[in-house]
């Protein structure tokens, strides 16, 4: 086997930069890189490159600051998420150095990549998790507190059970879900999707086979909203739920699994709908409604984004209320720059209006693969 080929890494000019220009640079880097993989961009590796040198500048100042700036805190979330998401794409090296930019959010330590652990992200079994409050607690340890500075032993010796358990559920679900042969898209149902507790309404119509699971849907529907779709969801539909679950796992009696039942199965009429709940700590709600049945377009790949309106909140955003709240400061800052806790949250270069259907259906090409593209009749 030949040795792996060592990724150039991208140089950037950091000199005397300030600890906001820092914090900027790593969240553009950031949103770059997440751009890359949600494309399948040719540029992934040059991308993840610069999002490392970025983030190891910035984990330089780090060490030497008081806590963690909020352009930074956003992104410090969603690492763990990224990071089981890119792992395919990127390189051995790539995988250990993003692995442990992730972990120095927890140490408060500065990364070091001339001295890394070989396998890093393989030998700790994934990527850490850093809960909203940032800070790492497990039943029977003392919660963690980055500005405690603990080691990496102590924090892994907490890192066990809920959100590692929901991460490496949900990858697992993800690639049962994405594998086997095409199946006929034989109906197709035009649904409505619309955020909850957002005025005005953030909303997408997405054309799906009307055979597609629940679980399924899932993805589908987080992949609309540009999100990865790792965390915990559910269907509610006529008083019952419908959850990831695995085999023989317990659940109570409205509950049922995701995967076993079929949209058709519960939308069958025009104007029927359901609601739907991703990450049940912050519950994004939605509404899903079915607007009408179609048959299949030939040369249109299901599931497919037909429209919609204004832009989602990044996955990583606390709450429908701290969106609204943010995006209104986003809408209200014409002709200059939002404050720092809404570039903070939603990005530097967030734009409230912004619907991109084209980087949408990109985005739901690995679902497109599971069905069988409708071919013309000659």
Request: hydrophobic share 40%.
């Given at each position: 086997?030949s040795?792996?080929?060592?990724?150039q890494i991208?140089?950037?000019?950091?000199a005397g930069?300030?600890?906001?220009r820092l914090a900027e640079?790593?969240?553009q880097?950031?949103?770059?890189l997440?751009?890359?993989?949600?494309?399948?961009?040719p540029e992934i590796?040059a991308?993840c490159?610069?999002?490392l040198?970025?983030a190891r500048?910035?984990?330089?100042r780090m060490s030497?600051e008081d806590?963690?700036?909020k352009?930074a805190l956003?992104?410090?979330?969603?690492l763990?998420?990224l990071?089981e998401w890119a792992?395919?794409a990127?390189?051995?090296?790539q995988?250990d150095?993003?692995?442990?930019?992730?972990?120095?959010?927890i140490t408060g330590?500065?990364?070091?990549?001339?001295?890394?652990p070989?396998g890093?992200?393989?030998?700790?079994g994934?990527?850490p998790n850093?809960?909203?409050?940032i800070?790492?607690k497990?039943?029977?340890?003392?919660?963690i507190?980055?500005m405690?500075?603990p080691?990496l032993?102590?924090?892994i010796?907490?890192?066990?059970d809920?959100e590692?358990?929901?991460y490496?559920?949900m990858l697992g679900?993800?690639?049962?879900?994405?594998?086997?042969?095409?199946?006929?898209?034989?109906?197709v149902?035009?649904?409505?999707?619309?955020m909850?507790?957002c005025d005005p309404a953030?909303?997408r119509?997405?054309?799906?086979p009307a055979?597609i699971t629940?679980?399924?849907l899932?993805w589908?529907i987080?992949?609309?909203?540009?999100?990865i779709?790792l965390?915990?969801?559910?269907?509610?539909?006529?008083?019952?739920?419908?959850?990831?679950?695995?085999p023989?796992?317990?659940a109570g009696a409205?509950?049922?699994?995701a995967a076993?039942?079929?949209?058709?199965d519960?939308l069958?009429?025009?104007k029927?709908?359901?609601?739907y709940?991703?990450?049940?700590?912050v519950?994004?709600?939605?509404s899903?409604?079915?607007?009408?049945?179609?048959p299949?377009?030939?040369g249109?790949?299901?599931?497919?984004c037909?429209?919609?309106k204004?832009?989602?909140p990044p996955e990583?955003?606390?709450?429908?209320s701290l969106f609204?709240?943010?995006?209104q400061?986003?809408l209200?800052?014409?002709?200059h720059?939002?404050?720092?806790?809404?570039?903070?949250m939603l990005g530097?270069h967030f734009d409230p209006?912004l619907?991109n259907?084209?980087?949408?259906?990109?985005a739901?090409v690995?679902?497109?693969?599971?069905w069988?593209t409708?071919?013309?009749?000659?």
């Amino acid at each position: 086997m030949s040795a792996e080929k060592k990724p150039q890494i991208i140089k950037l000019d950091f000199a005397g930069s300030d600890y906001d220009r820092l914090a900027e640079v790593f969240a553009q880097k950031h949103d770059a890189l997440k751009r890359a993989l949600t494309q399948h961009a040719p540029e992934i590796h040059a991308a993840c490159d610069e999002f490392l040198e970025a983030a190891r500048q910035y984990t330089l100042r780090m060490s030497h600051e008081d806590m963690l700036h909020k352009e930074a805190l956003r992104i410090a979330i969603a690492l763990p998420s990224l990071l089981e998401w890119a792992a395919a794409a990127l390189t051995e090296s790539q995988r250990d150095k993003l692995y442990c930019i992730t972990a120095s959010f927890i140490t408060g330590e500065a990364v070091d990549f001339n001295n890394l652990p070989n396998g890093a992200f393989s030998f700790f079994g994934g990527a850490p998790n850093i809960d909203d409050d940032i800070a790492l607690k497990d039943e029977g340890h003392e919660e963690i507190d980055l500005m405690q500075e603990p080691s990496l032993e102590d924090w892994i010796s907490c890192y066990e059970d809920q959100e590692r358990t929901i991460y490496q559920r949900m990858l697992g679900f993800r690639a049962i879900d994405l594998q086997g042969k095409p199946s006929a898209v034989e109906s197709v149902c035009q649904l409505r999707v619309t955020m909850l507790d957002c005025d005005p309404a953030v909303w997408r119509v997405a054309l799906v086979p009307a055979t597609i699971t629940l679980r399924q849907l899932h993805w589908t529907i987080t992949a609309l909203f540009g999100w990865i779709g790792l965390s915990d969801f559910e269907f509610n539909h006529a008083g019952k739920a419908y959850l990831p679950l695995v085999p023989d796992e317990e659940a109570g009696a409205d509950e049922h699994d995701a995967a076993k039942f079929r949209l058709c199965d519960l939308l069958a009429n025009p104007k029927d709908k359901m609601n739907y709940c991703y990450n049940m700590d912050v519950q994004w709600w939605f509404s899903v409604k079915l607007d009408k049945a179609l048959p299949p377009e030939p040369g249109l790949a299901y599931p497919h984004c037909a429209r919609g309106k204004l832009a989602a909140p990044p996955e990583e955003c606390d709450s429908a209320s701290l969106f609204q709240m943010l995006r209104q400061e986003f809408l209200a800052s014409s002709g200059h720059k939002p404050g720092k806790h809404a570039i903070g949250m939603l990005g530097a270069h967030f734009d409230p209006e912004l619907f991109n259907k084209d980087a949408i259906n990109q985005a739901l090409v690995p679902l497109q693969a599971v069905w069988q593209t409708p071919s013309y009749n000659h």
